[in-house]
């Protein structure tokens, strides 16, 4: 492994040479003459792959709906629970993605170095209504002690909804509230439009803002700036067919000569 020193530094595979990048560095490595796996290595290679895909179109979808600045290990985090979630399943031999197995993610924050409970003093509650709609509730907040410099707390709702394929995701966001926490708040309703019967992963975003000369500015602090999983909606469960079976009776068995069968007597 060496470092990339030049004026052009590059990424990827140039001849017999891999570029690479860590942090602000660039490095370089030679191709490995023969590449040999396992059995096992494969099939893990393959449970990774899948993990990455969703990971990677979890993120995409979310990317410009998201204030918070995510950071550069947020992603392989985010595979690492999803490959988790993906060894959760135990109905086949192939495991594929379950989605009551997505509950895992629940409590997943995009920003590791703050939860939603170092921002936030009340914890919330995520429901359907009649209409099938994400509902985020919030109770209401008499005093906020989390970060002596805001004025203000912007609050939001995004749910990621995971195709069926589990390839692909979208996400939809709510419309953003502004609290003042020099007063005590009201509970209040985040509304997401939703589909029935998909499965959706909510996100509950919060930063901190400061209110100056009359304009609201973030407050990009990552202790305290939160964007956490609150709740996972698993929609259509996948039918396990059970095993069929006949009752036998008495009146159902055949008569054959010779054949001699005991039932237990009723008392």
Do not use: W
């Not at 995009?110 to 509902?135: C, F, K, M």
């Amino acid at each position: 492994m060496g470092k990339q020193t030049g004026l052009i530094k590059f990424t990827g595979r140039v001849g017999e040479l891999i570029g690479y990048r860590v942090g602000k560095q660039h490095y370089v490595r030679s191709m490995p003459a023969e590449v040999r796996q396992s059995p096992r290595t494969k099939i893990s290679s393959r449970y990774f792959g899948k993990a990455s895909t969703l990971g990677a179109a979890m993120r995409h979808a979310v990317g410009g709906l998201l204030d918070i600045r995510c950071e550069r290990a947020m992603g392989n985090r985010l595979n690492k629970a999803l490959l988790n979630v993906l060894r959760e399943d135990d109905l086949h031999r192939q495991k594929r993605f379950v989605p009551r197995h997505f509950r895992g993610l629940e409590g997943f924050s995009l920003n590791q170095h703050a939860d939603l409970s170092r921002v936030l003093t009340v914890t919330p509650s995520v429901s359907r209504n009649y209409q099938g709609n994400i509902e985020v509730h919030l109770p209401a907040m008499e005093v906020y002690t989390a970060n002596p410099l805001a004025t203000h707390l912007s609050i939001k709702a995004v749910a990621i909804c995971v195709q069926p394929g589990f390839t692909a995701a979208t996400a939809v966001a709510s419309e953003p509230v502004l609290i003042d926490v020099s007063r005590p708040s009201a509970a209040l309703t985040l509304a997401i439009p939703a589909e029935k019967g998909a499965l959706y992963c909510v996100v509950l975003e919060v930063m901190c803002c400061i209110a100056q000369s009359g304009r609201m500015h973030l407050l990009y602090n990552r202790r305290y700036s939160a964007a956490d999983v609150v709740a996972v909606m698993p929609g259509q469960e996948e039918r396990v067919p059970r095993p069929y079976t006949v009752a036998v009776t008495e009146e159902a068995i055949p008569f054959v000569p010779g054949l001699v069968v005991n039932f237990h007597q009723r008392e």
